[in-house]
């Protein structure tokens, strides 16, 4: 078993920063790609960024050159920096890691449960 742990959200002023963390545990012999998506009220999930073992990185549209995606050296997690806020970065983020089990390569995505940051006017 693998359980994520996501830390970081809470209410912040427009403008402002918040930086998300993403910890994975559990039954792990690697881990791939990881990312963080969120979820909007009423609206779909969608990718916001991405971030692979080799530590490319792609951004959605809507974030680039506002948030930073990064790998902690422990290799176990994730962080999502996020600066200049808006009202609409508003959701609840999710981070998802492909944990990879054994030597033999087997693996599957997991996801977190979700932090909410709201941004207010």
């Known amino acids: 078993q693998v359980q994520l742990v996501e830390s970081g959200g809470g209410l912040v002023q427009a403008g402002g920063s918040l930086t998300l963390s993403c910890a994975a545990s559990?039954?792990?012999?690697?881990?791939?790609?990881m990312g963080w998506y969120r979820q909007a009220p009423g609206k779909q999930r969608e990718l916001v960024a991405g971030?692979?073992?080799?530590?490319?990185?792609n951004y959605a549209d809507s974030v680039k050159g506002r948030f930073t995606i990064s790998r902690g050296n422990a290799k176990n997690t994730v962080y999502l920096q996020m600066n200049s806020l808006k009202p609409e970065d508003t959701a609840t983020y999710y981070c998802?890691?492909?944990?990879?089990?054994?030597?033999?390569?087997?693996?599957?995505?997991?996801w977190g449960k979700g932090t909410l940051v709201t941004v207010s006017s």
């Open positions: 559990g039954s792990i012999f690697s881990i791939d790609d």
């Open positions: 998802k890691v492909y944990v990879i089990a054994s030597s033999l390569y087997d693996g599957m995505d997991y």
């Open positions: 971030i692979t073992i080799g530590r490319s990185t």
